[in-house]
Every structure is written in structure tokens, then in C-alpha cells.
């Protein structure tokens, strides 16, 4: 159990050099404070704490809990919030984001190096070699100038990273969006805001102190990133180069707090103020797009990926790892053509891979994994696409056979009955060879959320014409119903699946029409008439 100082303190300075974890600070330049998040009774150095050891008016106390509400505090005013639809906001999503995404995310997975210096690396090549990035793991947050760690240290750093720090740097990125010159304005940002974007505001079995030490230590681990850059020219814009910079600046945190009726201290909030570093000059840089001197590479942030992996991070740590790297996979156009290797590489890292083809359990074991992960990311909305040709329905995951499905008790039991006279069984155990034709599959892509997708520019508004009563009536008898839809299906007989890859629709999207739950559009109903051959 932590300890509290109370009102009793004397501030005779005895505590303070005898704490091993530097939890005892001075707040407002005169009153002592424990961080209740840093203190942990001496465990491991001493058998007794030594600031009530040491202290001659017995002012150190066993921390109790605040209960009750907790008052409102003055605070520095942070930057307005992100999300105002409730649903998106842009960010900054230039390669070097991404790549201090994965760095969080996947941690050791990725293939560390030593430099020249005897330094711990990690540097992504772009464009055959032409431009290199580099990334290292630096010292204390409050240095101006960062210092590359020590091998031993720097790993020790990385497996302390949490993949929900992601998150803090995608909101970084969100408020970096927002400046003019992101490299010179700083933004601030509070405990209350981030715990609205992280959804932790609804979660009821933490407590006001455990959300706060959670944020603190997420809030930071962004900025333990250093960057190198070396960028050839690309068309009309200069290289650059960048010596060993923060991708972001923690200014400084301001601690809230409130006193209890023992005179102790007890945290109330946490008030943070970022900066971008310089590399913001040369990737999110409005002015010097303008002027063509510049990148300004911008995304959209969905609020639903923050909530989503802070809920599925501990159990479906692949899945959240696949879904952070779609976020910016996905801007590079619909068709990607995303092997599984691929996907296996960034959920499990490249180690795993390479070791489990020898392991014939290993090989189950994560084969099963991924079809689980496959499936979260499907019921958060990230629909996998599976090619017919190299992912077949044989090799697919069952949850992905069984989309088809009825929910009509009748119909299920058709539906089972055709499958029961089938020559392969959508339950038949997988066929002999599966892992090696995994290993050559590819998904055609995946169908994403209407959040993650970047909002339509707007267009000027036309004149509305008013439909005639005749152009209505003609306009519903053109109009296929899912009956319609059904009924001609079965007499060419498609399966869903099979119309939706000769329609390029997914399956899901079938099922609804079918079902009657929205209308298709007029160019998906001329294409469904000319598929199905429908008069």
C-alpha cells in the first residue's frame, strides 16, 4: 500500500533523497506529495517504508482512498475536443506515425538492430533505400536533446510498451492535424478528455486513481521515441534530414489535486502539454504544401478503433495489432491483396512464424488464433474478404462458412440438410495441407467501417427537382424486392457467397438486401437484373 503525506509535514526535507522511486516530489514550490502511482512501500529496496521511518512528526501515512465525488479544480484549459461528429476526426498519417504505431504495438516483434554507434535500432527503408528512417529508444522525457539508450536498457524499455499507448499517439496525431506549425505550437490535453477517447470514462470497475495511473503512464510512452531522417527529394520537394529527434514533446504534466480532512493529498486529474517534433516541418506542414516545399499527409482517426482496442487489447492482442496497421494499410486503395503471411507477420511477429512451421501443435494452436482474431475484427466491422481462388471456402475460417447460415428455423434445417449431401461439409475437419495453402493465400481486401472512411468532399448543392407522381410509381416498380432477389438466386442456383463475388459485394451486404433491410442502389439493382437475368 502506498503512502500519503498529511498536513503534519514540516517540510524538514528528510524523505525526500531516502525514497528509491523518486515518489516523494514538491508540488507548488513548498508542500510535499507521494505519487501514489510511483510508491510501492519500498518493496524490494527496504523491510520498512523509510519516509515514516525517517520522519520526525510521523506525517507519512498509509494511503487511503479517496471516496465521494471529486471536486472541480482550476485548471489549465485544454485544446477543444477531437471527435465533434462523435464518430471521426483527421490525423496526421505519414509513414513516420505509422511506423511509431507499430513500434508500440508490436514491441519486440520487429527486427531490432544494433548501429554503428553500439545503439539499439529499428529503421524502415522507403522506396528501395532511397529514404531511410530510423528509430531509437531514448532517455529521461524532460532532456531537450534525447540520448539513444543502451542496448539492455532500451529492450527493457520496449517490453514495458503497452499496446493502448498507440492509442495516445493516434490522439497526438489527431491534435497535431489541427495546428497551422505543429513543430512550434504545443496543445494541451486533460485526464477527462482522453478518457472520453479511450472509452475509460464508462468503465465503472476502475477506480479515479487507476484511470489517472493508467493515463499517466500510456501519455508517455509516445514520447520515449526518438526519430532519424534522411529523405531524398521527391519531385518539386527538397530532402531532408533530421539528427535524432522526439516524434513528440511532453512538455510537462500539472497534477490536480484535493486535500482530504488528514491534510493528505489526493489526485484529482492530470493536465498534459504535447508538442510535435520537427519532423511535423516536413510530413504535416500546411503552408509548405501550398508552396510545394512540404507534405501535409492526413487521415481519418475513427473514435470506434480507440474504444475497440482498449477493449479487445488483453485477450485479442493480434487483432488490435491487425486493426492499428489497417488504419493506414487501408489508405493505399480498396484492392490490396493482403497475404495471410502478411497479416500473421504483423499480428505474431516474424519469430513466431518462422519457428511454428517445425511444431505441428504450434501450427494448430496459432492457426486457431488467427481465425479467432479474423472473427473479432469481422464483429467490430472489418469484414475480411477472402480471394475464391487462393483462400477457398475449404481452407476458410467456420465462422466464415456459416455467414450463410438462415435465421429461419425451417430454413436452417434445409440449409444443413444440402449441406449434409455435399461430397465436403462445411463441419469436415480442415483438409490435409491447410497451413501450406494458408501460407499462399491472400484476402482481396476489407470491408471497413463507414467511420474509417475518409468523408466525400462536398460538392455544390443542385437545384432539388421534385419528382412527378408518375416517376415515383415508375421508379417502385423497378425496384427489386429480396423476395425477387431470392427467387432468382436459387434458380440459377447461387449461393450469397458466389453473387456477392460475381456482383463484387460482400456477402453481408446479400443477406441485407435479401432480407429487406435496405434497398440498393440504382446502378446495384441494374447489375443485380444483369446477373441474376432478370427482365
Known amino acids: 500500500m502506498p503512502y500519503a503525506i498529511n498536513d503534519r509535514c514540516i517540510q524538514c526535507d528528510s524523505c525526500l533523497p531516502r525514497c528509491p522511486t523518486g515518489a516523494i516530489t514538491i508540488v507548488d514550490g513548498k508542500d510535499f506529495w507521494i505519487d501514489p502511482t510511483l510508491c510501492n512501500n519500498c518493496n524490494g529496496y527496504y523491510s520498512q517504508p523509510q519516509c515514516a521511518l525517517v520522519c520526525p512528526v510521523d506525517s507519512p501515512i498509509p494511503f487511503q482512498a479517496k471516496k465521494g465525488r471529486c471536486k472541480a479544480s482550476e ?108 513543430w512550434q505550437q504545443e496543445f494541451v490535453i486533460s485526464d477527462r478528455q482522453i478518457e472520453d477517447y479511450l472509452g475509460l470514462d464508462k468503465r465503472k470497475d476502475l477506480s479515479k486513481m487507476a484511470k489517472l495511473t493508467l493515463i499517466k503512464e500510456l501519455a508517455q510512452q509516445p514520447c520515449k521515441i526518438a526519430v532519424n531522417l534522411n529523405w531524398s527529394q521527391q519531385g518539386k520537394i527538397k530532402g531532408c534530414s533530421l539528427e535524432t529527434s ?104 516474424e519469430t513466431k512464424l518462422t519457428q511454428v512451421p517445425s511444431q505441428a501443435e504450434g501450427r494448430k494452436r496459432l492457426l486457431r488464433t488467427f481465425e479467432n482474431d479474423l472473427e473479432v475484427l469481422d464483429r467490430y466491422g472489418i469484414k475480411p474478404i477472402f480471394d475464391p481462388v487462393t483462400y477457398p471456402t475449404e481452407i476458410q475460417p467456420l465462422w466464415a462458412k456459416l455467414a450463410d447460415l438462415p435465421d429461419d428455423a425451417e430454413a436452417a434445417l434445409e440449409f444443413w440438410t444440402n449441406d449434409g449431401n455435399q461430397a465436403y461439409r462445411l463441419t469436415d475437419a480442415a483438409p490435409r495441407g491447410k497451413w501450406n495453402r494458408l501460407m499462399n493465400a491472400r484476402l482481396l481486401r476489407f470491408e471497413l467501417p463507414d467511420d474509417w472512411q475518409k468523408p466525400p468532399s462536398k460538392k455544390p448543392k443542385q437545384k432539388h427537382q421534385r419528382k412527378s407522381h408518375r416517376q415515383v410509381l415508375l421508379q417502385a416498380q423497378l425496384m427489386l424486392s429480396g423476395q425477387q432477389i431470392v427467387e432468382a438466386r436459387k434458380k440459377l442456383q447461387l449461393s450469397q457467397r458466389a453473387l456477392a463475388h460475381q456482383i463484387g459485394k460482400s456477402q453481408s451486404w446479400v443477406r441485407d438486401v435479401e432480407r429487406g433491410r435496405f434497398q440498393p442502389a440504382s446502378k446495384d439493382q441494374a447489375l443485380l437484373r444483369q446477373v441474376l437475368r432478370i427482365g
Open 246 to 349: 522526439r516524434l513528440w514533446h511532453l512538455l510537462g504534466i500539472q497534477h490536480h489535486f484535493q486535500e482530504d480532512e488528514l491534510g493528505c493529498k489526493h489526485l484529482t486529474g492530470l493536465t498534459f502539454r504535447v508538442r510535435a517534433g520537427l519532423w511535423t516541418n516536413y510530413f504535416l506542414n500546411r503552408n509548405g504544401y501550398k508552396n510545394h516545399t512540404a507534405f501535409y499527409q492526413y487521415g481519418t482517426l475513427p473514435k470506434s478503433l480507440l474504444t475497440t482496442v482498449m477493449s479487445i487489447w488483453q485477450q485479442h492482442e493480434g487483432a488490435a495489432r491487425i486493426m492499428l496497421w489497417l488504419l493506414f494499410k487501408t489508405k493505399m486503395g480498396q484492392e490490396q491483396r493482403i497475404t495471410v503471411p502478411t497479416l500473421m507477420r504483423v499480428a505474431y511477429g
Open 75 to 182: 485548471r489549465t484549459i485544454p485544446h477543444p475536443d477531437l471527435f465533434p461528429n462523435g464518430k471521426t476526426n483527421p490525423f496526421a498519417s505519414a509513414i513516420v506515425v505509422w511506423e511509431l504505431c507499430n513500434i508500440l504495438a508490436q514491441r519486440r516483434s520487429l527486427p531490432w538492430q544494433t548501429d554503428p554507434d553500439g545503439k539499439l535500432c529499428y529503421q524502415r527503408q522507403v522506396k528501395q533505400g532511397q529514404n531511410l528512417i530510423t528509430f531509437q529508444v531514448t532517455d529521461m522525457l524532460d532532456s531537450q536533446q534525447p540520448v539513444a539508450l543502451e542496448t539492455a536498457d532500451a529492450l527493457a524499455a520496449i517490453d514495458t510498451f503497452d499496446i493502448r499507448a498507440a492509442c495516445l499517439h493516434l490522439i497526438y496525431a489527431a491534435y497535431a492535424a489541427s495546428l497551422d506549425q505543429p
